[in-house]
């Protein structure tokens, strides 16, 4: 239906074969082509800005590799770029690294995929023979604990016995404590949605973590998520100091651009994508992936990697 | 924050001792259209349009600019006169559709809980099989509104409950029937094909039903609701939308383009997860708040 950015960029530097160097003009013309692919991709204008920018020093002046023409030149640029931006390479497991029980808690907006991502992570974590506690905090949403108690169920995982009309930070506390005494090594804290101007509820945030201690503060953030994103991730990530970012709802046709805005302006690392809403669907974040998916190019960036 | 600045106040400081609109000025006001999520598509459109009545000498300053781009963008809501006419049939039957996430079954708590108060006789159906405490959540909302609930058990088909929520919709005279559905991305043909199938088992139950298919955007999505609206659509005949989730930040400008592609007026917006948090759509108001 649509033409690849790549078409684009080749017709853009039709005139250029054989000329060598890149140019100001024809850099300018490939880079407009560029900005629309990210802003159709829901990256923010404003992160969209900045990198064309970037992209633009890097790029006037290059050399065109034999090997390429001078439409792939600039999408290796963008490509290399955007998986620079992403932390490509960049550690992004989990730190659980400390004296357990470790504490992992989820926050983010309403419907986002945090209590599906719970379940998800104690499933993985207990393949890699952890015994993980998951933990209801989510007395708000109806049936929000009893979500996370099916969860349990299915993965023969203990969920902490919480009741909605307890205080949110009096289960974290409680539950934490009933970690240490019955031998639990990870827990993982599910809270109620929310958004980041609520300022009652991401007060509420800030108590369930010091009474949590978490080592990880996994923002969960819906693939579909557009331009609003970077107030979003800023709103928890000023708050909270969230640690890392769970990208949800991928298995569809979203291109995710909201996770290259939410790594701009918090500079916190993807760590998990999720993949459907089975509990199996989780995976490692890699970079590559979603740039590649994001420029719609996979085919090509395969070929420009061999270049 | 710089972010929250209000579009208002940018085209303000845009526009301030200004008299000529010029190329600069509409790539502002480009960026700034795209940051509520208006998409680029019809951004671009909006700007074209505006350029023209500019060379035409239509737009003289900032505030006939400002005026006109409103205008621009609140012709391309399609608008109904009223609400939904539920008096129309009895049972008037609604189905809410829409991806993982976005409120469905808040919003039919939200949507009961105002026929309640008008005095109807509400019946809703759990038919969302498949998540965690689908069913107990809509539960909950049936006894906060005072409206019974059909389910079956987790797993169980969804057309079954759907077949079941008409049968007991029109043997207990229920003036409206209001269905839940598990939340599909529109990508996936097996659910979609699902879906398809709860909707042949309405129609077959209740002549005319679903008098009404509700889809349903959350505000924060961006360019992907385009593909949603385009591919449930296709499937289940959508008739309106709901806009959620607009007590936060996002402006959930893409229901613009949505509305206008696919001629869908967008019948409530979601302003909060209470039960009384559902509004009428003002595409006035709506369309100020953007700016
Ligand atoms: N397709 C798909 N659906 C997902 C994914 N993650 C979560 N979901 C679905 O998204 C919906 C919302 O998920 P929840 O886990 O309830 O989201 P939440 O953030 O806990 O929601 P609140 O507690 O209400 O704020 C459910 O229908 C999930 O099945 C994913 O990676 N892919
Ligand atoms: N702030 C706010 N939250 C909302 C609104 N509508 C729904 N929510 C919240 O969004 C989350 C998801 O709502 P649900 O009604 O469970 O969404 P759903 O579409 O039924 O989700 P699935 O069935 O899992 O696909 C819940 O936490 C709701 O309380 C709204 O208008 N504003
Ligand atoms: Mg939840
Ligand atoms: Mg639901």
Redesign the interface.
Same mark, same amino acid.
């Given at each position: 239906m649509f033409d690849t950015l790549s078409d684009k960029l080749e017709s853009v530097f039709k005139k250029l074969r054989g000329q060598g160097v890149m140019t100001e003009d024809n850099v300018k013309e490939a880079l407009r082509e560029v900005r629309?692919a990210l =802003?159709?991709?829901?990256v923010?204008? $404003?992160v969209v800005k900045d990198f064309i920018e970037r992209v633009r020093e890097k790029a006037v002046g290059t050399l065109v590799l034999q090997s390429l023409s001078p439409g792939q030149q600039v999408v290796k640029i963008v490509h290399d770029e955007l998986v620079a931006l992403m932390g490509g390479g960049e550690d992004n497991s989990l730190d659980l690294a400390a004296k357990p029980p470790v504490s992992i808690m989820m926050v983010g =907006?309403?419907? *986002?995929?945090k209590?599906t991502s719970c379940g998800k992570l104690a499933k993985l974590l207990k393949s890699q023979r952890r015994k993980p506690l998951l933990v209801p905090a989510d007395i708000?949403?109806? *049936?929000?604990i009893?979500?996370? $108690?099916? =969860?349990g169920r299915?993965l023969s995982i203990e969920v902490f016995d919480s009741q909605a009309d307890q205080k949110p930070v009096d289960i974290c506390s409680k539950a934490l404590k009933y970690a240490q005494l019955s031998g639990f090594d990870t827990v993982i804290f599910d809270t109620a949605g929310r958004?980041?101007?609520d300022d009652y509820l991401m007060d509420e945030l800030v108590q369930i973590r010091e009474a949590a201690e978490p080592r990880e503060i996994l923002f969960v953030a819906?693939a579909?998520?557009?331009?609003?994103? @970077?107030? @979003?991730a *800023?709103g928890f990530d000023e708050r909270l100091g969230i640690t890392g970012v769970v990208l949800t $709802?991928l298995?569809?046709?979203?291109?995710g651009?909201?996770a290259l805005s939410i790594k701009a302006v918090t500079g916190k690392p993807v760590k998990f994508v999720g993949l459907g809403?089975k509990l199996d669907a989780l995976e490692v974040f890699h970079a590559d992936r979603l740039v590649s998916r994001i420029l719609g190019m996979g085919d090509v960036l395969t070929l420009i990697e061999k270049a | 924050t710089k972010t929250h600045e209000s579009i208002v106040g940018r085209i303000d400081s845009l526009l301030l001792g200004q008299k000529q609109i010029d190329a600069d000025v509409l790539e502002e006001l480009e960026e700034i259209l795209i940051t509520a999520d208006i998409g680029v598509k019809t951004t671009v459109e909006l700007i074209r349009t505006l350029e023209q009545r500019l060379k035409r000498n239509e737009l003289k300053d900032g505030n006939a600019l400002k005026a006109a781009l409103k205008q621009e963008i609140t012709n391309r809501l399609v608008q109904v006169e009223s609400g939904l006419d539920i008096i129309a049939a009895k049972p008037f039957v609604i189905l809410v559709i829409g991806v993982n996430g976005v409120g469905k079954t808040t919003t039919i708590g939200k949507l009961a809980a105002q026929y309640r108060l008008a005095g109807k006789k509400v019946l809703l159906a759990a038919g969302d099989t498949f998540r965690a405490a689908a069913a107990e959540q809509l539960e909950i909302w049936g006894e906060r509104v005072g409206a019974e609930v059909v389910r079956h058990k987790e797993g169980a088909d969804p057309s079954a409950v759907a077949f079941d929520a008409c049968k007991a919709a029109l043997a207990r005279g229920c003036d409206v029937l209001l269905i839940d559905t598990a939340g599909r991305l529109h990508t996936k043909v097996n659910l979609m094909e699902e879906m398809k199938k709860i909707r042949r088992v309405i129609e077959r139950e209740i002549p005319g039903a679903p008098h009404e298919t509700l889809l349903v955007l959350d505000a924060a999505t961006g360019q992907n609701a385009i593909s949603q609206a385009s591919l449930f659509k296709e499937a289940a005949q959508v008739t309106g939308l709901i806009l959620t989730k607009l007590d936060g930040t996002a402006k959930g400008g893409i229901v613009v383009a949505v509305s206008h592609e696919f001629s869908l007026p967008v019948r409530y917006i979601g302003v909060g997860e209470g039960v009384e948090d559902l509004r009428e759509f003002e595409p006035q108001e709506f369309v100020d708040a953007i700016f």
């Open positions: 629309l =802003l159709e991709a829901d923010n204008f $404003k =907006l309403q419907g *986002a995929g209590t708000y949403r109806p *049936a929000a009893e979500q996370l $108690k099916i =969860l299915q958004h980041q101007i819906d579909m998520t557009g331009q609003e994103a @970077v107030n @979003v *800023a $709802k298995d569809g046709d979203a291109k651009g909201a809403e | -």
